[in-house]
């Protein structure tokens, strides 16, 4: 039921005109990456998979869809017996993925596969727009642990949750979200709120009250009052009794102020004070730009909390995918299909598609080209050209190649084994190993080559000109 009313009327439509048998192919992509960003993470294949496998309507469905007039008794007895029996290929969660990139491709009845684009697209374009962002304030700290803690920011409890998975793939070590981490195995980590402090009658209490009932977890904030001539030596007077006890005291997180400053101040507090290996989180309204900045400083922050930047992707919060029909068949013979438009920009690509990555011997990725199912790619070298200003081309030699796509679902069954989220976080960290620093430069980065192969711009210009034509006739 997670759908717009409209793939439902279709569905009706399509069986009532006799059509609904005919095969679709579907392909799920983006045409822009957030502002600023130079490539996306793909994520959410796993709800993805958990959606189809689970795709029925019940009693109560049906009950509620017939109370709304629109729909006819038969259609809806079809429903009940409604299962995803098609193809999905799909690019594994954690893959660097481009514009036009089909992430999704689904294979099927146009009944079947016309009801998914809704529920998709809602799954993937958040996920990996989420991944994406936490990639990107991962990469800002360089080298320092991210900690998420948007939950209370994030837009509704599921995205809060899958915000918090989508995060993780894209590297983030630990969540504020209990329910993210039970669910998905996500590390929970956390430190305290103001109230706590502000709840005792005097900071070093509450630094002690904390201390003694978390003695190994003690991460204590440090600006209520005032950071250095309060939160950080009450830190590291019940840091050193911890000590003494033979506990390990974690450190201290700053939350309002200069983070640089405030950070490099309280290093050499803990440092003179013995408390070398203490940790100094900074949060506050962070995101990739103030991270850079602030790290840009000098600053002496180990881990970064980061909330409302991170879950509600703040500076560019919706991520454009669409699912467009590509081919229409009967049998399993496939006619290529186009949707022209006035924007060059929404022009479809035709087809069965498949998109092939290439490497150079040292295992950095060179170009993507989305090319027709069918078309190889061994000779030793290939010259691509751009599909807009096709006289830019680049010719690539002594490459290996990879095509991204994956079989997920044949014939309705799942042939796809889904990974652990901590291996598809490893797998995304050694996809962004492939790209060059350009490609990944937090500002203004290199546009990477995404091109059609020769088939793909070919039929593509073909189906143009056969679309233009029928105009002209009709015209004329
Ligand atoms: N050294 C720095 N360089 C750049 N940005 C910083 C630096 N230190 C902190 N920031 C960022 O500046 C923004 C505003 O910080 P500011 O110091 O005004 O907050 P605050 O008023 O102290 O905190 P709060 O309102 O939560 O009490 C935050 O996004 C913070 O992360
Ligand atoms: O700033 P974010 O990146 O969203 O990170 C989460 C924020 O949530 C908490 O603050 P709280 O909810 O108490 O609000 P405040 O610090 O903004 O007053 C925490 O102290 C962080 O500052
Ligand atoms: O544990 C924390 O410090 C935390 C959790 C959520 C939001 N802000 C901070």
């Given at each position: 039921?997670l759908t717009d009313?409209?793939q439902?009327?279709?569905?009706?439509?399509?069986?009532?005109n006799?059509?609904?048998e005919?095969?679709?192919v579907?392909d799920l992509?983006?045409?822009?990456?957030p502002?600023?960003?130079?490539?996306?993470l793909?994520?959410?294949?796993?709800?993805?998979?958990g959606y189809?496998?689970n795709?029925?309507?019940?009693?109560d469905?049906?009950k509620?869809l017939s109370?709304?007039n629109l729909?006819q008794?038969?259609?809806l007895?079809?429903?009940?017996?409604?299962?995803?029996?098609g193809?999905?290929?799909?690019?594994?969660e954690?893959s660097?993925v481009f514009?036009y990139e089909p992430?999704?491709r689904?294979?099927g009845?146009?009944?079947e596969a016309?009801?998914?684009e809704?529920?998709?697209?809602?799954l993937?374009?958040?996920?990996?727009?989420?991944a994406?962002?936490?990639?990107r304030v991962?990469?800002?700290?360089q080298?320092?642990?991210?900690m998420?803690?948007g939950?209370?920011?994030?837009q509704?409890?599921?995205a809060?949750?899958?915000g918090?998975?989508a995060?993780?793939?894209?590297?983030?070590?630990?969540?504020s979200?209990?329910?993210a981490?039970?669910r998905y195995g996500?590390?929970?980590?956390?430190?305290?709120?103001?109230s706590?402090i502000?709840c005792?009658?005097?900071?070093?209490?509450a630094?002690?009250?904390?201390a003694?009932t978390?003695?190994?977890?003690?991460?204590?904030?440090?600006?209520?009052y005032n950071?250095l001539k309060?939160?950080?030596p009450?830190?590291?007077k019940?840091g050193?009794?911890?000590e003494k006890?033979?506990h390990?005291?974690?450190?201290?997180?700053?939350?309002?102020g200069?983070?640089?400053?405030?950070?490099?101040?309280a290093?050499?507090?803990?440092?003179?004070?013995?408390?070398k290996?203490?940790?100094i989180?900074?949060?506050?309204d962070l995101?990739?730009e103030t991270?850079?900045a602030?790290?840009?400083q000098g600053a002496?922050?180990?881990?970064?909390?980061v909330?409302?930047?991170?879950?509600?992707s703040?500076?560019?919060p919706?991520?454009g995918?669409?699912y467009k029909?590509a081919?229409?068949?009967?049998?399993?013979?496939f006619?290529?299909?186009?949707?022209v438009?006035?924007n060059?920009a929404?022009?479809?690509n035709?087809?069965i598609?498949?998109?092939?990555r290439?490497?150079?011997?040292?295992?950095k990725?060179?170009?993507?080209l989305?090319a027709?199912?069918?078309e190889?790619f061994n000779s030793p070298?290939?010259?691509?050209f751009?599909p807009v200003?096709t006289?830019?081309r680049?010719?690539l030699?002594?490459?290996?190649?990879?095509?991204l796509?994956?079989p997920?679902f044949?014939?309705?069954?799942?042939v796809y084994?889904?990974?652990?989220l901590?291996e598809i976080?490893?797998?995304?960290?050694r996809?962004?190993?492939?790209?060059w620093?350009?490609?990944k430069?937090?500002a203004?980065?290199?546009?990477?080559?995404?091109?059609?192969?020769a088939g793909l711009?070919?039929l593509?210009q073909?189906?143009?000109?056969e679309?233009?034509?029928?105009?002209?006739?009709?015209?004329?």
């Amino acid at each position: 039921m997670l759908t717009d009313l409209y793939q439902l009327t279709m569905m009706q439509g399509y069986r009532a005109n006799g059509c609904w048998e005919k095969e679709a192919v579907f392909d799920l992509f983006f045409r822009t990456l957030p502002p600023g960003s130079g490539y996306a993470l793909a994520a959410g294949l796993e709800q993805v998979v958990g959606y189809i496998e689970n795709l029925h309507f019940d009693e109560d469905d049906l009950k509620y869809l017939s109370s709304l007039n629109l729909f006819q008794k038969d259609f809806l007895a079809e429903l009940r017996q409604f299962r995803f029996t098609g193809d999905i290929d799909a690019v594994p969660e954690g893959s660097v993925v481009f514009p036009y990139e089909p992430l999704v491709r689904v294979k099927g009845r146009i009944f079947e596969a016309q009801l998914l684009e809704t529920a998709l697209l809602n799954l993937v374009n958040f996920e990996t727009l989420i991944a994406t962002k936490a990639s990107r304030v991962v990469a800002a700290t360089q080298g320092g642990a991210v900690m998420e803690f948007g939950l209370r920011r994030a837009q509704g409890p599921d995205a809060g949750t899958f915000g918090a998975r989508a995060a993780f793939i894209g590297g983030v070590k630990s969540t504020s979200n209990v329910l993210a981490g039970e669910r998905y195995g996500i590390p929970v980590s956390g430190t305290q709120a103001h109230s706590w402090i502000q709840c005792f009658s005097s900071e070093l209490e509450a630094f002690r009250a904390y201390a003694k009932t978390f003695p190994d977890q003690c991460l204590l904030l440090v600006d209520t009052y005032n950071v250095l001539k309060s939160g950080v030596p009450n830190a590291i007077k019940v840091g050193l009794e911890l000590e003494k006890e033979g506990h390990r005291f974690l450190g201290i997180r700053i939350d309002s102020g200069d983070l640089a400053y405030l950070s490099r101040q309280a290093r050499r507090m803990l440092d003179e004070a013995g408390l070398k290996q203490a940790i100094i989180v900074g949060s506050n309204d962070l995101d990739e730009e103030t991270i850079w900045a602030i790290r840009g400083q000098g600053a002496a922050i180990d881990a970064w909390g980061v909330g409302t930047h991170l879950i509600t992707s703040k500076d560019a919060p919706s991520l454009g995918g669409v699912y467009k029909l590509a081919a229409e068949g009967e049998k399993g013979i496939f006619t290529p299909r186009l949707k022209v438009s006035e924007n060059t920009a929404k022009i479809t690509n035709p087809g069965i598609k498949k998109v092939v990555r290439f490497y150079n011997r040292e295992g950095k990725a060179l170009a993507d080209l989305i090319a027709l199912e069918e078309e190889e790619f061994n000779s030793p070298a290939l010259t691509i050209f751009d599909p807009v200003q096709t006289w830019k081309r680049k010719t690539l030699e002594d490459f290996r190649t990879r095509e991204l796509l994956v079989p997920v679902f044949r014939g309705g069954r799942r042939v796809y084994s889904l990974p652990e989220l901590t291996e598809i976080q490893k797998y995304a960290a050694r996809e962004l190993d492939t790209l060059w620093g350009e490609v990944k430069r937090l500002a203004n980065p290199h546009r990477y080559i995404v091109d059609l192969s020769a088939g793909l711009y070919d039929l593509k210009q073909k189906l143009l000109r056969e679309v233009n034509l029928g105009l002209e006739e009709r015209e004329g």
